[in-house]
Structure formats: structure tokens, C-alpha cells
């Protein structure tokens, strides 16, 4: 599986991002997909999960109330819908995929594959 992550870029504290993920499997309903970031000088951090239908999310608590992941099984892509952004969310954001999950575990060694991250950089 490829994973590929877009829609990062410069936003002012308060602004709107949208990441997608998008996968080239074509099993795709198959995986669960994480979104994990790095903010400088810091470790990678979980922030947020899909399971395999799009029932069921997890969110760190950075971040709940504030972002939204969802996904399009026919588009093969995954979202993240980040509002309010902090300038604390300023970080390089990846995906990552794990196959056939039946709970979120918010541990990067479960991840199957991973994408190139995309980086947010939230102005104060």
C-alpha cells in the first residue's frame, strides 16, 4: 500500500486545513488509517484514527472538538478536517495504515505502512 498526505501549508491561529491521505490499494476498506505528527524537536504523536468502515474515530485530546477525520472508501482517501487551529498544532503530519483493525491502539509499531508526512505551520 502507498500512502500519499497533501493539504498542508500556512495558516494563521483560528484558520482551516483539510489533509488528505490517499492510498493506492485497492483493498483499502481493509485498513484503518491514523494521522500522526511531529511537531519540532519533539516525538511523533498520535492524533487521530479511522477504522476500516468510518464508523468508528479516535482523537487525542489536543485535538478533540477541533478536528475531524473521515473517509471516502471509493475515493481510496482519508481526510482531516483541522479547525481552530493553535500554533501548537505546527508539526509535519503523516498517515498510516493499519491492516484489518479491529481497535485503535494509537501506537506508530502497529502501522503497516506509512506516507510521506505534509507539514502545517499555524502562525500566531
Known amino acids: 500500500v502507498q500512502l500519499q498526505a497533501s493539504g498542508g501549508g500556512l495558516v494563521q491561529a483560528g484558520g482551516s486545513l483539510r489533509l488528505s491521505c490517499a492510498a493506492s490499494e485497492l483493498t483499502f476498506t481493509t485498513y484503518a488509517v491514523n494521522w500522526f505528527r511531529q511537531a519540532p524537536g519533539k516525538e511523533r504523536e498520535f492524533v487521530s484514527a479511522?477504522?476500516?468502515?468510518?464508523?468508528?474515530?479516535d482523537y487525542a485530546d489536543a485535538v478533540k472538538g477541533r478536528f475531524t477525520v473521515s473517509r471516502d472508501n471509493a475515493k481510496n482517501t482519508v481526510y482531516l478536517q483541522m479547525n481552530s487551529l493553535k500554533p501548537e498544532d505546527t508539526a509535519v503530519y503523516y498517515c498510516a495504515a493499519d491492516h484489518k483493525a479491529l481497535r485503535f491502539t494509537r501506537k506508530q509499531y502497529a502501522m503497516e505502512y506509512w506516507g510521506k508526512g505534509t507539514l502545517v505551520t499555524v502562525s500566531s
Open positions: 479511522i477504522g476500516m468502515s468510518g464508523a468508528n474515530t
